[in-house]
Protein backbone atom coordinates (compact mmCIF):
# COMPACT_ATOMS: atom_id res chain seq x y z
CA UNK A 1 0.00 0.00 0.00
CA UNK A 2 1.15 3.62 -0.96
CA UNK A 3 1.25 6.57 1.30
CA UNK A 4 2.57 9.92 1.03
CA UNK A 5 5.45 10.40 2.89
CA UNK A 6 6.36 14.16 2.30
CA UNK A 7 7.02 16.12 5.96
CA UNK A 8 3.72 17.73 6.16
CA UNK A 9 2.05 14.59 5.88
CA UNK A 10 4.52 12.21 7.66
CA UNK A 11 3.56 14.79 10.55
CA UNK A 12 -0.23 14.30 9.97
CA UNK A 13 0.45 10.52 9.59
CA UNK A 14 1.88 10.80 13.32
CA UNK A 15 -1.01 12.90 14.43
CA UNK A 16 -3.62 10.58 13.44
CA UNK A 17 -1.75 7.71 14.95
CA UNK A 18 -2.15 9.41 18.29
CA UNK A 19 -5.84 10.14 18.17
CA UNK A 20 -6.86 7.07 16.77
CA UNK A 21 -9.18 6.05 19.37
CA UNK A 22 -10.38 9.41 20.83
CA UNK A 23 -12.72 12.26 19.51
CA UNK A 24 -10.13 13.52 17.69
CA UNK A 25 -8.99 11.02 15.19
CA UNK A 26 -10.50 12.13 11.62
CA UNK A 27 -10.19 8.35 10.39
CA UNK A 28 -12.59 7.44 13.11
CA UNK A 29 -14.70 10.23 12.07
CA UNK A 30 -14.82 9.22 8.89
CA UNK A 31 -15.39 5.88 9.50
CA UNK A 32 -18.75 6.49 11.40
CA UNK A 33 -20.54 7.51 8.92
CA UNK A 34 -18.57 5.92 5.51
CA UNK A 35 -18.96 2.70 4.20
CA UNK A 36 -16.72 1.05 5.32
CA UNK A 37 -16.12 -3.14 5.80
CA UNK A 38 -12.91 -2.50 7.93
CA UNK A 39 -9.85 -0.14 8.79
CA UNK A 40 -6.92 -0.68 10.75
CA UNK A 41 -3.57 0.59 11.43
CA UNK A 42 -1.94 -1.17 8.96
CA UNK A 43 2.07 -2.46 9.29
CA UNK A 44 3.51 0.38 6.52
CA UNK A 45 0.59 2.81 6.87
CA UNK A 46 -2.79 4.06 7.78
CA UNK A 47 -5.70 1.96 6.04
CA UNK A 48 -7.20 4.76 4.18
CA UNK A 49 -11.03 5.19 4.27
CA UNK A 50 -12.59 2.88 2.22
CA UNK A 51 -15.82 1.05 0.10
CA UNK A 52 -17.13 -2.02 1.41
CA UNK A 53 -18.40 -3.54 -2.15
CA UNK A 54 -15.51 -1.51 -4.49
CA UNK A 55 -13.68 -4.13 -6.22
CA UNK A 56 -10.16 -4.75 -8.11
CA UNK A 57 -11.20 -5.81 -11.47
CA UNK A 58 -7.38 -7.40 -13.57
CA UNK A 59 -7.58 -6.09 -16.99
CA UNK A 60 -10.61 -3.82 -16.11
CA UNK A 61 -10.29 -0.44 -18.59
CA UNK A 62 -7.16 1.75 -16.54
CA UNK A 63 -5.57 -1.15 -15.14
CA UNK A 64 -1.71 -1.16 -15.31
CA UNK A 65 0.86 -3.85 -16.45
CA UNK A 66 4.12 -3.85 -15.35
CA UNK A 67 6.93 -6.01 -17.08
CA UNK A 68 10.65 -6.15 -15.72
CA UNK A 69 13.49 -4.93 -18.06
CA UNK A 70 17.55 -4.93 -17.58
CA UNK A 71 19.32 -6.11 -15.06
CA UNK A 72 18.78 -6.12 -10.93
CA UNK A 73 20.79 -4.33 -8.95
CA UNK A 74 21.60 -6.12 -5.43
CA UNK A 75 22.59 -4.54 -2.45
CA UNK A 76 22.47 -4.98 1.35
CA UNK A 77 22.78 -2.16 3.52
CA UNK A 78 22.17 -0.47 7.09
CA UNK A 79 20.54 2.88 7.42
CA UNK A 80 19.55 4.98 4.55
CA UNK A 81 21.54 4.70 1.15
CA UNK A 82 21.58 6.04 -2.10
CA UNK A 83 21.95 3.25 -4.79
CA UNK A 84 23.17 3.53 -8.41
CA UNK A 85 21.08 1.56 -10.29
CA UNK A 86 21.92 2.30 -13.73
CA UNK A 87 20.27 4.71 -16.62
CA UNK A 88 16.79 3.97 -16.91
CA UNK A 89 15.96 2.32 -20.61
CA UNK A 90 14.21 4.26 -23.05
CA UNK A 91 11.11 2.23 -22.12
CA UNK A 92 11.23 2.22 -18.83
CA UNK A 93 8.19 3.64 -16.79
CA UNK A 94 8.90 2.24 -12.84
CA UNK A 95 11.61 0.36 -10.72
CA UNK A 96 10.35 -2.84 -9.20
CA UNK A 97 11.93 -3.35 -5.79
CA UNK A 98 11.82 -5.91 -3.68
CA UNK A 99 12.96 -5.02 0.22
CA UNK A 100 14.17 -7.65 3.11
CA UNK A 101 14.56 -6.15 6.43
CA UNK A 102 17.61 -7.89 7.85
CA UNK A 103 17.00 -6.12 11.29
CA UNK A 104 14.05 -6.78 13.73
CA UNK A 105 13.19 -3.03 14.30
CA UNK A 106 12.95 0.26 12.44
CA UNK A 107 11.28 1.44 8.70
CA UNK A 108 12.74 1.03 5.13
CA UNK A 109 10.97 3.68 3.16
CA UNK A 110 11.22 4.09 -0.76
CA UNK A 111 9.53 6.80 -3.25
CA UNK A 112 6.69 5.50 -5.66
CA UNK A 113 4.91 7.03 -8.45
CA UNK A 114 5.86 10.54 -9.57
CA UNK A 115 7.97 11.27 -6.19
CA UNK A 116 5.24 12.71 -4.11
CA UNK A 117 4.08 9.37 -2.51
CA UNK A 118 6.27 6.88 -0.67
CA UNK A 119 5.53 2.95 0.56
CA UNK A 120 7.35 2.23 3.94
CA UNK A 121 8.10 -1.50 5.78
CA UNK A 122 8.06 -1.75 9.61
CA UNK A 123 10.29 -4.41 10.21
CA UNK A 124 9.05 -5.02 13.37
CA UNK A 125 5.50 -5.32 12.55
CA UNK A 126 5.94 -7.03 8.94
CA UNK A 127 4.92 -10.71 8.85
CA UNK A 128 7.15 -11.45 6.59
CA UNK A 129 9.40 -9.02 7.05
CA UNK A 130 9.22 -7.93 2.74
CA UNK A 131 7.88 -5.78 0.72
CA UNK A 132 7.42 -5.96 -3.07
CA UNK A 133 6.38 -2.65 -5.02
CA UNK A 134 5.81 -2.42 -9.14
CA UNK A 135 5.81 1.36 -8.92
CA UNK A 136 8.68 2.98 -7.20
CA UNK A 137 10.00 6.15 -8.46
CA UNK A 138 12.44 6.31 -11.69
CA UNK A 139 15.80 8.24 -11.17
CA UNK A 140 15.50 11.93 -12.08
CA UNK A 141 16.60 12.56 -15.68
CA UNK A 142 19.85 12.22 -16.49
CA UNK A 143 20.64 10.20 -13.18
CA UNK A 144 20.66 6.75 -11.87
CA UNK A 145 20.63 7.24 -8.12
CA UNK A 146 17.68 5.81 -6.13
CA UNK A 147 17.28 6.79 -2.49
CA UNK A 148 16.12 4.45 -0.26
CA UNK A 149 15.08 6.44 3.20
CA UNK A 150 15.94 4.04 6.27
CA UNK A 151 16.27 4.21 10.41
CA UNK A 152 19.99 4.31 11.30
CA UNK A 153 20.53 1.13 12.50
CA UNK A 154 18.03 -0.85 10.36
CA UNK A 155 19.98 -3.13 7.88
CA UNK A 156 17.99 -3.98 4.62
CA UNK A 157 18.36 -5.68 1.50
CA UNK A 158 17.01 -4.42 -1.51
CA UNK A 159 17.05 -5.78 -5.28
CA UNK A 160 15.88 -3.26 -7.95
CA UNK A 161 14.72 -3.58 -11.59
CA UNK A 162 13.66 -1.13 -13.90
CA UNK A 163 10.39 -1.74 -15.44
CA UNK A 164 8.32 -0.64 -18.56
CA UNK A 165 4.15 0.40 -17.65
CA UNK A 166 1.42 0.40 -19.74
CA UNK A 167 -2.00 1.94 -18.59
CA UNK A 168 -5.10 1.24 -20.48
CA UNK A 169 -7.58 3.52 -21.53
CA UNK A 170 -11.29 3.91 -19.55
CA UNK A 171 -13.88 2.84 -21.83
CA UNK A 172 -16.60 5.52 -22.90
CA UNK A 173 -20.18 4.40 -22.83
CA UNK A 174 -22.62 5.98 -24.68
CA UNK A 175 -24.12 8.66 -22.26
CA UNK A 176 -20.13 9.83 -22.39
CA UNK A 177 -19.06 8.64 -18.68
CA UNK A 178 -15.57 7.28 -18.41
CA UNK A 179 -15.63 3.49 -16.77
CA UNK A 180 -12.92 1.37 -15.42
CA UNK A 181 -10.19 1.85 -12.68
CA UNK A 182 -8.70 4.68 -10.69
CA UNK A 183 -5.26 5.22 -11.99
CA UNK A 184 -2.33 7.90 -11.68
CA UNK A 185 -4.30 9.72 -13.95
CA UNK A 186 -7.22 10.10 -11.48
CA UNK A 187 -10.44 8.20 -11.51
CA UNK A 188 -13.05 7.68 -13.94
CA UNK A 189 -17.08 8.54 -13.75
CA UNK A 190 -17.63 4.40 -13.39
CA UNK A 191 -16.19 2.33 -10.76
CA UNK A 192 -16.39 -1.54 -9.99
CA UNK A 193 -18.58 -2.23 -7.19
CA UNK A 194 -20.46 -5.11 -6.09
CA UNK A 195 -24.39 -5.20 -5.13
CA UNK A 196 -25.80 -6.65 -1.59
CA UNK A 197 -26.17 -10.14 -3.86
CA UNK A 198 -22.65 -10.08 -5.08
CA UNK A 199 -23.44 -9.26 -8.57
CA UNK A 200 -20.33 -7.11 -10.17
CA UNK A 201 -21.46 -3.99 -11.62
CA UNK A 202 -20.56 -0.21 -11.77
CA UNK A 203 -21.19 2.86 -9.82
CA UNK A 204 -20.66 6.39 -9.83
CA UNK A 205 -17.11 7.20 -8.54
CA UNK A 206 -19.32 10.29 -6.85
CA UNK A 207 -21.78 7.97 -5.04
CA UNK A 208 -19.20 5.20 -4.18
CA UNK A 209 -17.05 8.68 -2.04
CA UNK A 210 -19.58 10.24 -0.91
CA UNK A 211 -19.10 10.25 2.81
CA UNK A 212 -22.67 11.92 3.71
CA UNK A 213 -24.18 9.76 1.25
CA UNK A 214 -26.37 7.10 3.98
CA UNK A 215 -28.48 5.83 1.22
CA UNK A 216 -28.22 2.86 -0.90
CA UNK A 217 -25.47 3.24 -3.84
CA UNK A 218 -26.96 2.48 -7.06
CA UNK A 219 -25.29 -0.52 -9.48
CA UNK A 220 -25.32 -0.26 -13.41
CA UNK A 221 -23.80 -1.98 -15.61
CA UNK A 222 -21.24 -0.43 -17.83
CA UNK A 223 -24.00 1.68 -19.78
CA UNK A 224 -24.36 3.82 -16.81
CA UNK A 225 -28.05 3.43 -17.42
CA UNK A 226 -29.41 -0.05 -16.68
CA UNK A 227 -29.35 -0.55 -13.07
CA UNK A 228 -28.73 -4.04 -11.80
CA UNK A 229 -28.96 -3.57 -7.86
CA UNK A 230 -27.66 -1.82 -5.13
CA UNK A 231 -24.95 -1.79 -2.17
CA UNK A 232 -26.33 -0.85 1.53
CA UNK A 233 -23.88 1.19 3.28
CA UNK A 234 -22.54 0.22 6.51
CA UNK A 235 -23.21 2.60 9.12
CA UNK A 236 -22.19 0.91 12.30
CA UNK A 237 -19.22 2.35 14.50
CA UNK A 238 -16.31 0.44 14.20
CA UNK A 239 -14.28 -0.81 17.24
CA UNK A 240 -11.47 1.66 18.48
CA UNK A 241 -8.14 0.80 17.37
CA UNK A 242 -5.03 0.62 19.73
CA UNK A 243 -2.17 2.38 18.93
CA UNK A 244 1.28 0.72 18.80
CA UNK A 245 3.68 4.13 20.03
CA UNK A 246 6.29 1.91 18.16
CA UNK A 247 5.24 2.85 14.52
CA UNK A 248 5.16 6.47 15.55
CA UNK A 249 9.00 6.19 16.77
CA UNK A 250 9.60 4.40 13.41
CA UNK A 251 8.33 7.03 11.02
CA UNK A 252 10.43 9.74 13.38
CA UNK A 253 13.62 7.81 12.78
CA UNK A 254 14.16 7.38 9.16
CA UNK A 255 16.72 9.32 7.67
CA UNK A 256 15.81 11.47 4.71
CA UNK A 257 19.21 13.58 4.01
CA UNK A 258 20.69 11.76 1.06
CA UNK A 259 23.79 9.88 2.43
CA UNK A 260 27.07 8.89 0.26
CA UNK A 261 26.23 6.01 -2.08
CA UNK A 262 26.74 2.47 -0.61
CA UNK A 263 30.22 0.92 -2.27
CA UNK A 264 29.11 -2.14 -4.13
Not at 74 to 92: L, Y
Amino acid sequence: MNIDMQPDTSAAIRAELAAIGTKHSVLQRRQRRSRIAMSTVAVSTIAAATTAAALFVAGAPGSTVTAAIGDTTTITHTGPAVVDIGRAPSTAGAVIIDITCLSEDGAVEVPTGDGSTASAIHCSQSPTGTMHLTDGQLPAEGSSDFKVNASPETTWRAVLQYASTATSKWEVNAQGQTYGVENRNGHPDLIPYATDSGEQGWALWDDAHDLEMTGPITIYRTDGVTVIGVATPTMETLPEVPVDQSLTNELDSVETTPPVPPAE
